[in-house]
């Protein structure tokens, strides 16, 4: 691996972050059917709070999978350094969509009585499944699957990680874009295995 000096910081860093985003994920409201205003109308403040605080780890994700590619060059690295910027972009669209969107919508509705808050329940479902928000989402995903990709072909072919290290990644990028749980805490556990495994070669690179 890339002679870095790795601190203890950087170290509680590169796994703090999915480690509280998942924790941070557990508190997603989930509902059994597939309509999305009686789950959002009951845990409101979850709703708001779980999605306003992901939006905060869009970023810090993307800084995670930054530091691990840090000193590793080629055209994996280079592609997966874009799609980062991509998924940043498009994932915290789709999240302030979905997530802050849906739940002022939802928020308005409550306060109307009668036919007008069924009227408003539909118009909720009608905005989630709408094209715009769905062309984020496909985009967030997407970008997010190419970034850990490309990042764990060039950890393996330019930075001498283990095959594990480029599996665990592409087998997160998935459950980690849905982000709801169980989904979200899987993928994000397969995704701080692989950051252990890279540390600790670059740990032992740092031996004399």
């Known amino acids: ?10 170290v509680g860093f590169l796994t703090g972050v999915p480690l509280a985003w998942a924790v941070l994920l557990l508190f997603h409201p989930t509902g059994d059917g597939e309509d999305v205003y009686p789950v959002v109308s009951d845990e409101l403040t979850g709703w ?14 993307a800084v995670v999978v930054h530091l691990l590619l840090r000193g590793v060059d080629g055209g994996a690295a ?11 972009l498009f994932y915290a669209a789709w999240e302030t969509l979905i ?7 939802v928020d308005q509705v409550e306060g109307m ?11 909720v479902e009608r905005y989630v499944d709408s094209d715009a928000i769905r062309a984020f989402e496909l985009a967030g995903m997407v970008s997010l ?3 850990l990709t490309a ?6 072919t330019r930075a001498g990680a283990p095959l594990a290290v480029p599996v665990l990644l592409v087998l997160a990028a998935v459950p980690i874009g849905w982000h709801v749980p169980p ?3 899987f993928g994000l556990a397969l995704f701080f295995v692989a950051v252990l495994l890279v540390v600790r070669g670059r740990a032992s690179a740092q031996l004399p």
């Open 1 to 10: 691996m890339p002679q870095r000096r790795i601190s203890r910081a950087h």
């Open 48 to 61: 708001l709070v779980v999605h306003v605080g992901t939006l905060v780890f869009v970023p810090l994700m």
């Open 78 to 88: 280079r592609l997966a350094r874009l799609a980062l910027v991509a998924f940043v």
């Open 99 to 105: 997530g802050i969107g849906t739940g002022l919508f």
């Open 113 to 123: 009585t009668g036919a007008e808050q069924a009227g408003g329940a539909r118009a």
């Open 145 to 147: 699957f190419t970034a």
């Open 151 to 156: 990042a764990g072909i060039a950890l393996r």
């Open 183 to 185: 989904f979200g805490q």
